[in-house]
């Protein structure tokens, strides 16, 4: 008895931390300003079929990498949060698109990008390149997925 509860305990402290899902949608970055190893940049999405958190067809993200929690070196934890380098070249990719003026891909993964006191203005903690389909999405990571 005592096991099973152990395990309902763990599945608890950590199931909090798990989300679901995300999402990326096709736009253009239209700024994009570096701050000491913080980055701010704006896209604009042409459609209107986006699922975020407000209704914006433009949002602000404030990116600066931030490590996943000290549990996730636990060998039964997994997470999908991107390491520092994975972040350096999705921010990377992102800059180059918009010295080249060209669409990227972007969205978010579980809960990545956090809503700010500013209408349509998100922070998040890490970046991700995922390909699929030989379409690359830039995705955003807050918490641990």
Same mark, same amino acid.
């Given at each position: ?67 996943? %929690?000290?549990?996730?070196?636990? %060998? ?5 949060? %991107? ?63």
């Amino acid at each position: 008895m005592k096991k099973y509860l152990f395990i309902i305990l763990l599945i608890g402290l950590f199931a909090g931390e798990s989300y679901a899902g995300g999402d990326a949608w096709q736009g253009r970055v239209t700024s994009f300003e570096k701050h000491n190893g913080s980055y701010t940049f704006t896209m604009k999405f042409p459609t209107k079929e986006i699922r975020l958190p407000s209704n914006c067809r433009q949002i602000t993200v404030n990116y600066k990498y931030k490590r996943v %929690p000290w549990y996730s070196w636990l %060998p039964f934890i997994e997470t999908s949060h %991107p390491s520092y380098s994975q972040s350096k070249k999705a921010i990377q990719y992102i800059e180059n698109k918009y010295n080249q003026n060209q669409d990227i891909y972007f969205g978010y993964m579980g809960s990545g990008l956090i809503p700010v006191e500013n209408e349509c203005t998100f922070k998040t903690k890490g970046l991700g390149i995922n390909e699929s389909e030989n379409i690359k999405a830039i995705l955003a990571y807050h918490n641990p997925v």
